[in-house]
Nanobody, 125 residues
């Protein structure tokens, strides 16, 4: 599967952005989808994930209550709605797909097999 992330940009603190991740192929519904981010000089970190099937969601504590992950299998697209953004959210955001069946959704980068190219989010204070 090929993933294409978009929707990043420059926003003021307190603002919102919606990221999209469009997937190619007809097997999108068989993947867990995740979002990760990487700030300058830092390691890539987990943000959120949504499962195949029943669409369970899982969030990093740092974004819980502010970000919402969702997916539309008919459109082969995953989304990340980001509200109440703050400068600490500044990073390149990556979407990823995990084809493996897991008891718990992956929150480590190595658990995801396919990656998009990243979209940059900058939050000004």
């Amino acid at each position: 599967v090929q993933l294409q992330a978009c929707g990043g940009g420059l926003v003021q603190a307190g603002g919102s952005l919606r990221l999209s991740c469009a997937a190619s192929g007809r097997t999108f519904s068989s993947y867990d989808m995740g979002w990760f981010r990487q700030a300058p000089g830092k390691e890539r970190e987990f943000v959120a994930a949504v499962s195949r099937g029943v669409f369970r969601t899982y969030y990093a504590d740092s974004v819980k209550g502010r970000f919402t992950i969702s997916r539309d299998n008919a459109k082969n697209t995953a989304y990340l709605q980001m509200n109440s953004l703050n400068p600490e959210d500044t990073a390149v955001y990556y979407c990823a797909a995990d084809p493996s069946l897991r008891i718990k959704m992956g929150d480590s980068a190595h658990e995801y097999e396919y990656w998009g190219q990243g979209t940059k989010v900058t939050v000004s204070s």
